[in-house]
Every structure is written in C-alpha cells, then in structure tokens.
C-alpha cells in the first residue's frame, strides 16, 4: 500500500523566510512518481512538479526547490524567501508506475506567509 | 480557456436531491477522474475512467455514479444526496502516452453543499 504522510499540519512563516515542507513516503513499487501541488486560497490545484524515483537529482524553479532523497523516502520542498503569495495548502502526492495510476495524497500542510 | 473546467463551481442542493457535476477537458486527455475533498484531508478517488468505455470505482464510490459521455466530458452524479458528501469535489485529467508520467491536471473544483 502506498502512503504519503506531511507531518506539518500548518506552518506559519514571516515575509521573506525560507520554509521547508517536509513529505515522507511508503510504497513497495520500484517505480513510482512524486507530486506536489499547490492549493491558493482560491481552491484551485496547481501542479508544481513530478519526480520519478530513478531520478535523484535535486530541482531548482525559481524559489522553489526540491529535494528528493530515496534513502530517507522523503520529497521536500523549499521555499526560499517567502512571499504572501506563496501562501497555500501544499499536498505532496504518490503514485506507482505502469499501470497503478493511483495517486495517493498526503493530508497537506497549510503555510502562512505574513507580511 | 481553462484546460478542465467544471461546472457548477458552487452548489447548495437539499437532502434526498439528485444532483450532477459535470467536467469537461480540452488537453485530449483519455483518463479522468473525479475526487473528493474534506477539510484537513487530502484527496479521496471517487471513480476514474481510463476510456470511454472503462469505468471504475476508486476509494469511496458509495452514494455516486460517473458517465463517461465522450473523451471530453466525464459527469459525477449523486443519486440522492445526504449530508456528508458536502464536499469540495474535483475533476482531473491524464495522459499515459505523455512520457509515461501520468501527471494528473486539475480543474478549478465544484464546491457542493448538501443541507
């Protein structure tokens, strides 16, 4: 069974920190893909990235950056100098290989960003 | 034009109702799916489709229904809703074929109350 757990229910940061989101996964696949998403205050879900578990490098977008360490079956994001845009729900998402589409959600983690 | 819109955004329906949210997509996409969201939860599957004529049921099917009227258009129905199915309800789509990825894209939500 696949399961993706953010242990940071909300975290609240101040304008121009940097913040770390942290994601620790379970599956059996050797195959399998990490997601985050991004929910706005708006409701929406936006796609942010996808890795795929043979690829271990880092990924860097601007302030955004990942960091994916097999070893530890962890996926975390980082915000560097936060702004009050940045202000969501992130959800880091799972799902196999092939033919096992299932994607399977963490329960997110709200960051604030005050000014 | 929005990839996958879904229509309605909001709707307040009572006890007993029959109710349809309908999603529609432009990437061309052959999979499809409809989730469910709770406060403080993640994402639940309700039903995905991989074609036209493959339909199945995810995690929490009870209590819904899903047509799959063409490629484009993937319907949820609540045959007489209760209560507990007030939910922010969201429709997704994916190509495998697109490097084997299957990223799932989002549309904007249905936020649906049940009184």
């Known amino acids: 069974a696949q399961k993706v757990t953010q242990a940071q229910t909300e975290i609240s940061v101040v304008e121009k920190e940097d913040v770390t989101l942290d994601c620790v996964y379970e599956t059996r696949d050797t195959t399998y893909y990490l997601f985050w998403y991004k929910q706005p205050p708006s409701g929406e879900l936006v796609f942010l990235i996808r890795?795929?578990?043979?690829?271990?490098q880092n990924e860097i977008s601007g302030r955004y950056s990942w960091n994916f360490q097999k070893s530890t079956s962890s996926f975390n994001f980082t915000i560097t100098a936060s702004q009050v845009v940045d202000s969501a729900v992130y959800f880091c998402?799972?799902?196999?290989?092939?033919?096992?589409?299932?994607?399977?959600f963490g329960k997110g983690t709200l960051l604030t960003v005050n000014p | 034009d929005a990839d996958v819109t879904q229509t309605p955004r909001n709707r307040i329906t009572k006890t007993g109702k029959r109710i349809m949210l309908e999603c529609s997509q432009t990437k061309g996409h052959d999979r499809m799916y409809w989730y469910r969201q709770d406060p403080g939860l993640g994402l639940q599957l309700i039903y995905y489709?991989?074609?036209?004529?493959?339909?199945n049921k995810g995690e929490i099917s009870d209590g819904y229904s899903v047509s799959r009227q063409a490629q484009a258009k993937f319907s949820l129905s609540l045959e007489s809703a209760i209560p507990n199915q007030t939910a922010l309800y969201f429709c997704?789509?994916?190509?495998?074929?697109?490097?084997?990825?299957?990223?799932?894209?989002f549309g904007p939500g249905t936020r649906l109350t049940v009184l």
């Open positions: 997704a789509t994916s190509d495998p074929l697109a490097g084997a990825t299957d990223t799932q894209y």
């Open positions: 890795r795929n578990s043979f690829d271990e």
């Open positions: 489709s991989f074609d036209v004529k493959d339909i």
């Open positions: 998402a799972l799902s196999g290989g092939g033919s096992n589409y299932k994607l399977t």
